[in-house]
């Protein structure tokens, strides 16, 4: 490609450059509003991606400290600078193009540059970064101190100390709104009031020890727990309904969805015994002989028989 007066010839913007056929050449020139560009930067992303993008379906996430990601719904993107060698020009569309055509009978057909980009920023797919989502919804855990209706009292809601709503979690977390919700419900994570919260270890092993014994008090089968039954018995215990609620999400599983009429749960063996033996382990590392001694331990001996029974 020639570089030539910005005069002469025809200009043909970007769809001349587009339309270049094999074997043949076009001239460009610098647009009179080229400038610096160290303003523009380029992302060079795969053609699944375009929908997304035209669409505003991503978004740039990320701490003024922190290297910035590209995240869709469902994916993380660590996005890279790659410098080139080449030059890359940014011509803009014909009917964007100021210089026309002076010479009507000059065949040439002219492009002008506005931009040269000095690279292009690539995606990198990378897992999502949820390590800080545990350290910012243990600051506040919700535990017995809490009211009954669970409202927060005033000084809390003034402060917000330790309370997170879902826009301040993607404010402050490098993960796509499916990661992230991901990483909430790992941690067994409830939305109380607007704020997404974690039980206290000592509330949530009250609920649970409480429905283990209610199984055993009203004899319903672990295979087949009338869910609103079961809710209604724990909101008598003085848990708050969506509380109960959440624990039987947390340690059952649907039998079947209930169409009007409350779902059939099964209780999850394995997630439960495997609670209640990291709360006896919490102590230490002990033998299994002195684990059995351990009165915690031989409950959770009895609740493993009656579980697996």
């Given at each position: ?23 043949s050449s076009i001239s460009i020139v610098y647009h009179s509003l080229f400038g610096p560009h160290n303003d523009l930067l380029l992302l060079e992303v795969d053609e699944k991606f375009l929908p997304e993008i035209l669409h505003q379906r991503v978004t740039i996430r990320g701490q003024p400290d922190e290297d910035a990601v590209l995240c869709t719904v469902s994916k993380t993107y660590a996005v890279k600078f790659v410098g080139t060698s080449n030059s890359v020009f940014l011509i803009p569309p014909t009917d964007k193009v ?212």
């Amino acid at each position: 490609m020639d570089i030539i007066d910005p005069q002469s010839g025809c200009s043909g913007g970007a769809e001349a450059v587009l339309g270049l056929q094999p074997n043949s050449s076009i001239s460009i020139v610098y647009h009179s509003l080229f400038g610096p560009h160290n303003d523009l930067l380029l992302l060079e992303v795969d053609e699944k991606f375009l929908p997304e993008i035209l669409h505003q379906r991503v978004t740039i996430r990320g701490q003024p400290d922190e290297d910035a990601v590209l995240c869709t719904v469902s994916k993380t993107y660590a996005v890279k600078f790659v410098g080139t060698s080449n030059s890359v020009f940014l011509i803009p569309p014909t009917d964007k193009v100021s210089d026309l055509c002076n010479n009507k009978d000059d065949n040439m057909v002219v492009s002008s540059v506005i931009k040269v980009a000095p690279g292009c920023m690539e995606l990198v797919e990378v897992a999502p970064k949820l390590d800080k989502l545990k350290l910012l919804l243990s600051q506040n855990p919700y535990g017995f101190s809490e009211t009954s209706d669970m409202d927060i009292s005033e000084e809390r809601e003034k402060t917000r100390i330790g309370l997170y709503r879902w826009d301040d979690l993607v404010d402050r977390l490098q993960a796509s709104d499916e990661e992230l919700r991901m990483g909430l419900r790992s941690l067994s994570a409830i939305e109380i009031d607007g704020y997404w919260r974690i039980l206290d270890d000592k509330y949530m092993n009250a609920i649970l020890n409480m429905l283990l014994h209610n199984i055993i008090l009203n004899d319903w089968s672990i295979n087949a727990l009338n869910e609103d039954e079961v809710v209604g018995v724990l909101e008598t215990d003085g848990f708050p309904r969506n509380i109960a609620t959440h624990c039987l999400q947390v340690y059952c599983c649907k039998v079947d969805e209930g169409v009007g009429l409350s779902s059939t749960l099964k209780l999850d063996e394995r997630r439960i015994c495997v609670h209640l033996a990291r709360e006896i382990l919490k102590e230490g590392k002990m033998k299994i002989e002195i684990f059995m001694e351990n009165g915690r331990g031989r409950f959770l001996m009895e609740c493993m028989l009656v579980l697996t029974c």
